[in-house]
């Protein structure tokens, strides 16, 4: 598999604060690549240091199969669309003079402006000055400089924030549909549902640290899904001694891997308990990440 | 740098640049040339020994180190925070162009914009003294040696100005440190003249082309090393600064 961007022991420090720690990421050709994180975990940080707007403290950083640094930042910036924290845009002026001045200083065409305005659906706001722009409007017009230069790789930090549901839902088959094209994106956000629906690969951050990467599917293999035992005798089970809670479903088993379920099968046998059902709960996304962050909630 | 000078200019749209420029040019004009309706300096306008024209070129002096310090610290910070507000800084690294680039350009469209004021201000003076009738005649060599050593203090303060708006986000701050600044200049022409050459500002007083010397006005000239230390000082550090923006970071604030 080719990967856009692949990361190797990339660390960043302020003072005695490692905010970045040892980072190996593995990006993808033609995904869409989900970072995830709860608030304070080096996301945006990680995303400015592949853009070299910030001095990673060790580690190599390779986009598009070369090294990224100040020395190739102006070779491979005009392959990379970005968009980190807020949308650029000057208030003063209309979206179409700020297109013109991305035009110009990456030596755009007119037909490739007009194609990125026409794909975020800015064009009837065109002549309407930035400072009266909606949030949502906003990171429109920042998606379409990002998207004008026609990039190879998309680096979008939160590109859904302050949109309304049918703008999220817009943005999120625009980038399905780059991503379609051959297009990379990398995209965090804080809407775990949001990455959940338009990412086919992850990766979370947690204190710095990649606690994983990889697909949807080996996320959920990474964490054992908690077992519900239905009984109309939930007293005997847990005089077994067994580490059961009660709940509304019935009594709650986590941790148990399939074995220590064939276990407890064979016990409940043994000791003729009788059982209506037992079954794995379903979890969403949100719960696996916030089992992987310690809790930490998201940002 | 051409390109970047390009986009500056396009930037220029609706900040009111040349309207400011405009309302300067007037105030200087219409503030040193008071003097001009009063019937005390009609009567000397055809005697040399009154000293027309200098007492006028005085006046300049004086409501230029009063306007021009604000007028710089506007400009640089009206041009420079719309970095700030627009994530400008970010757009132009992601295209390859450092925020001491952009310094450089906006200094030198802010520049052109405050060349054409001082000579604005210059050649209205002069139409002015002429046509409300000075028939003694025009010192224009010596007009024309202060207007380019007002532009030359103009422009060493814009640059100290931009460095100042790119590293502050408030703008205020610049705006006070001009306020400040003019203050300083209008003190400096009264005040002995080491004072002048003590702050930036102060050149505004050392470039005077007259001074006064016992009720005559004589002419006077800044100290050539002096003055020319303190540009090439300002020059080197706002190139300095500008490399230095260039290289950090992020953006400059």
């Known amino acids: 598999m080719n990967h856009v961007i692949t990361t190797d022991g990339l660390t960043k420090t302020y003072g005695s604060r490692t905010v970045v720690d040892s980072l190996d990421l593995r990006v993808p050709e033609g995904c869409v690549y989900g970072f995830l994180g709860p608030n304070g975990s080096g996301k945006s940080t990680t995303m400015k240091m592949l853009l070299s707007l910030l001095r990673p403290d060790r580690g190599e950083i390779s986009v598009l199969g070369r090294t990224m640094d100040r020395r190739t930042r102006h070779e491979l910036s005009p392959l990379i669309g970005s968009l980190i924290e807020s949308p650029p845009g000057y208030g003063h002026l209309t979206g179409r003079e700020n297109m013109a001045i991305v035009r110009r200083m990456l030596g755009l065409t007119e037909l490739q402006v007009e194609r990125a305005v026409a794909t975020v659906r800015l064009r009837d706001q065109m002549d309407k000055p930035v400072r009266a722009y909606s949030l949502g409007m906003k990171q429109r017009l920042g998606i379409a400089m990002a998207l004008a230069r026609e990039p190879r790789l998309l680096i979008l930090d939160e590109p859904t924030n302050g949109l309304d549901p049918a703008g999220i839902e817009e943005i999120r088959d625009l980038l399905t549909s780059l991503a379609g094209e051959g297009v990379t994106v990398m995209v965090s956000s804080h809407l775990l549902d949001e990455v959940d629906r338009m990412a086919s690969v992850l990766g979370i951050l947690g204190r710095g640290r990649l606690i994983f990467q990889g697909t949807r599917a080996e996320l959920f293999d990474r964490s054992t899904p908690d077992l519900i035992l239905r009984t109309p005798d939930p007293e005997r089970v847990l005089a077994l001694g067994l580490p059961a809670v009660r709940t509304h479903e019935g009594l709650c088993l986590t941790g148990s891997s399939d074995d220590d379920t064939a276990d407890l099968v064979r016990r409940l046998v043994h000791h003729d308990v009788p059982v209506h059902g037992l079954h794995r709960v379903r979890r969403s996304l949100e719960e696996v990440f916030m089992d992987l962050t310690g809790r930490e909630g998201l940002s | ?253």
Not at chain 2, 106 to 122: D, E, F, I, M, Y
Not at chain 2, 157 to 169: E, F, N, S, Y
Not at chain 2, 197 to 209: D, E, H, K, M
């Open chain 2, 1 to 253: 740098m051409r390109m970047a000078v390009g986009l500056e200019v396009h930037k220029t749209r609706r900040l009111s640049v040349w309207v400011l420029c405009l309302v300067m040019v007037i105030a200087v004009v219409a503030l040193s040339g008071m003097n001009l309706f009063s019937e005390n300096a009609r009567e000397g306008f055809a005697d040399p020994a009154a000293q027309p024209w200098e007492f006028l070129l005085l006046n300049q002096v004086m409501i230029s180190a009063m306007t021009s310090p604000v007028l710089v610290a506007v400009l640089a910070g009206r041009q420079v925070d719309i970095e700030h507000q627009g994530q400008g800084w970010f757009l132009a690294r992601v295209s390859g162009l450092g925020p001491g680039l952009l310094c450089r350009a906006k200094a030198v469209v802010l520049g052109l914009a405050l060349t054409l004021t001082v000579v604005a201000q210059c050649v209205l003076l002069l139409i002015a003294g002429l046509v409300v009738g000075i028939e003694v005649a025009p010192p224009v060599a010596l007009w024309a040696r202060y207007g380019l050593f007002l532009l030359l203090v103009n422009l060493a303060l814009l640059g100290l100005h931009l460095w100042l708006a790119a590293r502050v986000d408030n703008q205020l701050v610049g705006l006070g440190v001009g306020l400040l600044g003019a203050f300083y200049a209008v003190y400096a022409l009264l005040m002995p003249t080491w004072v002048a050459y003590v702050l930036p500002w102060g050149y505004y007083a050392a470039i005077s082309p007259v001074a006064m010397a016992d009720d005559q006005l004589i002419e006077a000239a800044p100290i050539p090393w002096a003055f020319a230390l303190f540009l090439c000082a300002v020059a080197a550090l706002f190139l300095g600064a500008c490399r230095h923006l260039d290289r950090a970071e992020g953006g400059p604030a």
